[in-house]
């Protein structure tokens, strides 16, 4: 997210897909994918917007680059705004076209078209929220790795492989982590080219906001703002 933008952002998967052979996967998981998307339906139907609190990590061939917290704000419209705060604080606005980024301090802000910058991987720190689960099927062969816990919750681990080849090419794979008490994410994975390099989004602190303020996902900068070419 800082200087330089890194493009590409993966993890390596370690063990995690070494103790799953190809055949591993019964019709009995593939029920237990569907009954999960299922239930994130559910907990998100009607709803128009959400917030949490994020941490930001992204790696980069195996070191750790940034590490950033700060709020997240979603509309169920496809539209995703983070607030990071810290030393030298930012705003990354995602909407389906578009990804901005804005450091006050510097009174500049950057903008990406997603078609021409699909490698962006922050636009799809959304998949936990806001498509349905058809939706996602849409896209993505979703499978049930493992339940296991995280951050001391019972978690159903989610891994999502495109389906199309342009989708494929922008992100390899993602992984999914929702909270089985709440059906909410807690943890995204996100893939693309090498596997020492990787986004993760955690969240905590999820709640509905039917409230939220659709201003916040206007690209309106202060005035004196500057566009710099990314």
């Known amino acids: 997210m800082r200087s330089g933008h890194p493009t590409v952002r993966s993890i390596t998967l370690g063990l995690l897909v070494i103790a799953f052979t190809a055949g591993a996967f ?23 917007g959400l917030t949490a609190q994020v941490t930001l990590i992204d790696v980069e061939a195996g070191e ?14 496809g539209k995703l705004r983070f607030e990071l705060s810290g030393d030298d604080p930012q705003t990354i606005l995602c909407t389906p076209s578009d990804l901005y980024v804005h450091t006050p301090s510097k009174m500049v802000y950057e903008q990406f078209k997603l078609q021409q910058h699909p490698e962006r991987l922050e636009q799809y720190a959304l998949l936990g929220f806001a498509p349905s689960g058809s939706a996602l099927k849409k896209e993505f062969l979703v499978t049930l790795i493992e339940e296991s816990s ?11 492989t495109p ?9 390899s794979k ?6 089985q008490s709440t059906y909410l ?10 596997a020492d390099t990787h986004l993760t989004v955690r969240y905590s602190d999820v709640s509905r906001d039917d409230k939220l303020d659709q201003a916040k996902f206007k690209p309106d900068w202060p005035k004196g703002t500057k566009k710099i070419k990314p």
């Open 26 to 48: 019964a019709a009995d998981d593939k029920a237990s994918a569907d009954s999960i998307l299922k239930q994130v339906d559910k907990v998100t139907k009607g709803a128009k």
């Open 64 to 77: 750790e680059k940034t590490n950033e917290s700060g709020t997240a704000f979603v509309s169920m419209d």
């Open 150 to 160: 995280l951050e001391g919750s019972k978690v159903a681990l989610l891994e999502l």
């Open 163 to 171: 389906t199309r080849d342009d989708l494929r090419a922008a992100v």
């Open 174 to 179: 993602i992984q999914l982590w929702i909270d």
């Open 185 to 194: 994410p807690i943890q995204q994975r996100m893939f693309h080219g090498s």
